[in-house]
């Protein structure tokens, strides 16, 4: 039971475009929502987050989008840098704080 | 502080034989969690302290698997037996409880394993 759901596992971007990260969970009991980057041999870095009571999160050309009607959440970046190029996981906390993960979106920002 | 740290970052060894890695989470943080990766899926939880008391453990971590944190600093998780399916990356995250954003896990690099 896949309670966090990221459908595309791959995107293609060109610089300077926005680039959008889809998201979808299940579970009404999460409270927070993370995103999350990840490059090759690394751990995966905290990037923005944002409360179930909020709809809207930015911090410099991060923007995280809620809509809990419809239990989706998306990561706009803008504009996309090369740098950019990563697997970005969606994370929603529960009990615990422990996070449950999706499967990750490959971005590649392409010049 | 230089974030949280794991040792080794890669471990390679014989099915059946037992292996353990360490955490050494970000000092001032009180919770620490140990999570799975395998490849195309996302980190999944295993377990989490709070000082030293071990509060959660998910069914993925069988009885083959134990985590420790003595003295509630560094963790080691040590895996029994280890079996072809242990092959994975092994997370360790660490947060502080108290702070405005205690929802925010900082990880490490992680620990490859590779059970032959």
């Known amino acids: 039971d896949q309670q966090v759901k990221q459908n595309s596992p791959s995107l293609s971007v060109q610089e300077g475009r926005i680039s959008i990260l889809n998201c979808d969970y299940t579970n009404s009991m999460f409270d927070y929502f993370l995103w999350y980057k990840k490059y090759p041999a690394e751990g995966p870095t905290f990037l923005i987050s944002i409360s179930s009571i909020k709809d809207k999160n930015e911090d410099g050309r991060f923007t995280v989008f809620l809509n809990k009607s419809a239990k989706h959440l998306s990561l706009h970046i803008v504009p996309s840098q090369p740098g950019d190029s990563a697997v970005y996981f969606c994370?929603?906390?529960?009990?615990?704080?422990?996070?449950?993960f999706g499967t990750g979106t490959r971005l590649q920002v392409t010049l | 502080d230089t974030g949280v740290s794991q040792d080794p970052r890669h471990k390679i060894t014989k099915r059946g034989q037992n292996v353990t890695f360490r955490c050494d989470p970000i000092?001032?943080?009180?919770?620490l969690y140990w999570y799975r990766q395998t490849l195309g899926q996302g980190p999944e939880f295993l377990t989490y302290f709070q000082n030293e008391a071990q509060l959660e453990k998910s069914r993925l971590l069988s009885d083959r698997f134990s985590a420790e944190r003595p003295k509630g600093s560094f963790s080691t998780l040590e895996i029994q037996r280890t079996e072809q399916g242990d092959s994975a990356m092994y997370l360790c995250?660490?947060?502080?409880?108290?702070?405005?954003?205690?929802?925010?896990?900082?990880f490490g690099p992680g620990t490859r394993l590779t059970v032959t």
């Open positions: 000092s001032e943080h009180n919770r």
């Open positions: 994370a929603a906390r529960g009990t615990a704080s422990k996070l449950t």
């Open positions: 995250a660490s947060s502080l409880e108290a702070s405005p954003a205690p929802y925010e896990q900082y």
